[in-house]
């Protein structure tokens, strides 16, 4: 199983930024799909999630949303207003079947993870 994250680069604080991640899942629709990020120097952190419906965390609800393609296995994370404290390493992650509020957050209950694609927002 891989799943390849791109659509990442240097844009200005502000801009838009749409990520894209491919998964080689045959049955990618029983998949919950999830984007995590990792500030410099920090811990990894949920950024939102998409199940039978989408979970955000606070620090970006209302500037970014989480998208799927089951017919193309591509999860999207559409990212606008950007700013400086967005800048992080970006990863995907699936877990089989379906995410909850409460377990959408947690790293540890995803199956498979990306290699990360690096944002950096300038101010």
């Known amino acids: 199983v891989q799943l390849q994250a791109f659509g990442g680069g240097l844009v200005q604080a502000g801009d838009s930024l749409r990520l894209s991640c491919a998964a080689s899942?045959?049955?990618?629709?029983?998949?919950?799909m999830g984007w995590f990020r990792q500030p410099p120097g920090r811990e990894r952190e949920f950024v939102a999630a998409?199940?039978?419906?989408?979970y955000y965390a606070d620090s970006i609800k209302g500037r970014f949303t989480i998208s799927r393609d089951n017919a193309e296995n591509t999860v999207y994370l559409q990212m606008n207003s950007l700013k400086a404290e967005d800048t992080a390493v970006y990863y995907c992650?699936?877990?089989?079947?379906?995410?909850?509020?409460?377990?959408?957050?947690?790293?540890?209950?995803?199956?498979?993870w990306g290699k990360g694609t690096l944002v950096t927002v300038s101010s």
């Open positions: 899942l045959r049955t990618f629709s029983t998949f919950a």
């Open positions: 998409i199940s039978r419906t989408t």
């Open positions: 992650a699936a877990k089989y079947g379906i995410a909850t509020a409460t377990t959408s957050k947690y790293a540890r209950v995803y199956d498979y």
